[in-house]
């Protein structure tokens, strides 16, 4: 088994931006500019949608997605990630910006760079302060796990005890096990990616990794909304990437995948929490490194360009 591939890193990430005394000065700008964009449409008589309306964020042109829970909705060309602005006023109990990562972002420019970049662009308006909302850390592993049952998960809290499975009467495609704010994913990647606009970014990933794309890929991955992270402290993006390790290696622990060859039938049947743990699973939780992961490191200037697209005024 030591020969099986696995790509440890974090699959999903939800942050808050803390804004300072200048957010309301961004807020007000936002609106201005998305006022002038459905002015142009108006004035034209031409319908439109949200996706036609932009702004234009330091060097970056954000088009909009609409607007839920309070947050005015935005994402990058490219689709690396998605951010929301609110009225500083309404919803005090949230943090007035919100981002989600998305996997173009995550697996191409990788977190690190993003962040920074986000960072960069809205350095007048947000403190240092990064609170996290969740995290989902994962395992890519060249394994075929469509073997497993959820009867062999065995589970040390009885809120984690909530397993569906998906699959027919041979294989399993995916396994959840728990519910928010903690639970398992076990599902196949390969199936997965073929319905998935990710295809190309994830098996380019794959490949530049190692792994065989004929042979089958399963994700391990549990996903950590803040009632959980808090349990154990972590409040912060830097609190995450510092104990992410920990954090991996007490959910294997949590939910553990039963060796059933490890004890008899009836002790399987009776009192399956004394077999052994699937050793792959002890292997998977004992190798668990961000450290490449988080490295994957591009400078600004590049991003930048990257993302940079033509408006209608440069068009001109």
Known sequence: MNNVKKIYGIDTLYFFFETNENYDDLFLEILDQL??????????????????LYI?????????????????????????????FKDKYKNRGLNDIRVQLQGNGIYTFGISSIIELLKDSLKEFISDYIPITRADLNCFIQYDFSFVKKDMFSTRKRKYSTINE????NTTQTLYVGKEPFKLRLYNKSLELKKS??????????????????????????QMNRGHLKQYNINTIDDLFANAKNLFQIAMDDIRLLDID???NERLINNKYQAETHPLWEEIKSEYDLKDFLQIDFPLERLKRKISVYDENKFE
Do not use: C, H, P
């Open 35 to 52: 006022e002038d964009i459905k002015g142009k449409f108006l004035k034209k008589d031409i319908e439109f949608e949200n996706k036609d």
């Open 56 to 84: 234009n964020l330091k060097d970056m042109q954000l088009n909009f997605l609409g607007k839920q829970e309070g947050f005015y909705w935005f994402k990058d060309s490219n689709d690396f990630f998605r951010i929301g």
């Open 166 to 169: 998906i699959g027919d009467a």
């Open 197 to 222: 606009k990710k295809f190309e970014i994830m098996n380019e990933y794959f490949l530049n990794n190692g792994f065989d794309l004929e042979q089958t890929i399963f994700n391990i991955e549990f």
């Open 262 to 264: 490890s004890v008899s």
